[in-house]
């Protein structure tokens, strides 16, 4: 199965900073990863897949970069609404893996 | 609008078997397939299976093989997962989830709280 390692596992930020959240595939999975943002009491939900395509409604402060092995989420100018847990995902077949997440809280 | 709607939480005995429904709706539930999503604090997201909504045929994580089944009712737009022989390490939040583009989880189920104690 592909490991995926996120990093870091926790972040703290406020509201008007820009963030970096990478992850590593333990092989190369080309463009093949997605991003979710899941906050406290709901489910994931999508916000990038492809690498860097933005899904439907997402916000264009958020950008998604990488290929092969390393990929990282990029969000500008934090908003109060962006905090919760980030979590990546390769979809290069299965079985799908996902990153353990990393924990954007406010400072 | 896309919705997955989940049957509720659920408390049941170390042993027995449950099964979780998750009914789409909003869109034609046959043209997408389903996948299911294990939630837990010690192993955060693994993914369970998927299940073609159209054919009913599923294929499965290699460590579900055995506890997890995934069926389907098209008449009713419903997706099923059973989980059995349950243990305290099954007891987490279970998603549905829809499959989109290139295999990615576009939408997602509420989740279903399964807590297995004696």
């Known amino acids: 199965d592909i490991q995926m390692t996120q990093s870091p596992a926790s972040l703290s930020a406020s509201v008007g900073e820009t963030v970096t959240i990478t992850c590593r595939a333990s092989?190369?999975?080309?463009?093949?990863l997605a991003w979710y943002q899941q906050k406290q009491g709901k489910s994931p939900q999508l916000l990038v897949y492809?690498?860097?395509t933005l899904a439907e409604g997402v916000p264009s402060r958020f950008s998604g970069s990488g290929s092969g092995t390393q990929f990282s989420l990029k969000i500008n100018s934090l908003q109060p609404e962006d905090f919760g847990s980030y979590y990546c995902?390769?979809?290069?077949?299965?079985?799908?893996?996902f990153g353990a997440g990393t924990k954007l809280e406010l400072k | 609008q896309v919705q997955l709607q989940q049957s509720g939480a659920e408390l049941v005995r170390p042993g027995v078997s449950v099964k979780i429904s998750c009914k789409g709706s909003?869109?034609?539930?046959?043209?997408?397939?389903m996948h299911w999503v294990k939630q837990s604090h010690a192993k955060s997201l693994e993914w369970i299976g998927v299940?073609?909504?159209?054919?009913?045929?599923?294929s499965y994580n290699q460590k579900f093989k055995g506890k997890a089944t995934m069926t389907v009712d098209k008449s009713s737009s419903t997706a099923y997962m059973e989980l059995a022989r349950l243990t305290s390490e099954d007891s987490a939040i279970y998603y549905c989830?829809?499959?989109?583009?290139?295999?990615?989880?576009?939408?997602w189920g509420q989740g279903t709280t399964l807590t297995v104690s004696s």
């Open positions: 492809n690498a860097k």
């Open positions: 299940i073609s909504t159209y054919y009913g045929d599923a």
């Open positions: 092989e190369n999975i080309y463009s093949y």
């Open positions: 995902q390769h979809h290069y077949g299965t079985p799908l893996t």
């Open positions: 989830a829809r499959e989109g583009n290139l295999v990615c989880l576009d939408y």
């Open positions: 909003g869109y034609t539930f046959t043209d997408y397939a």
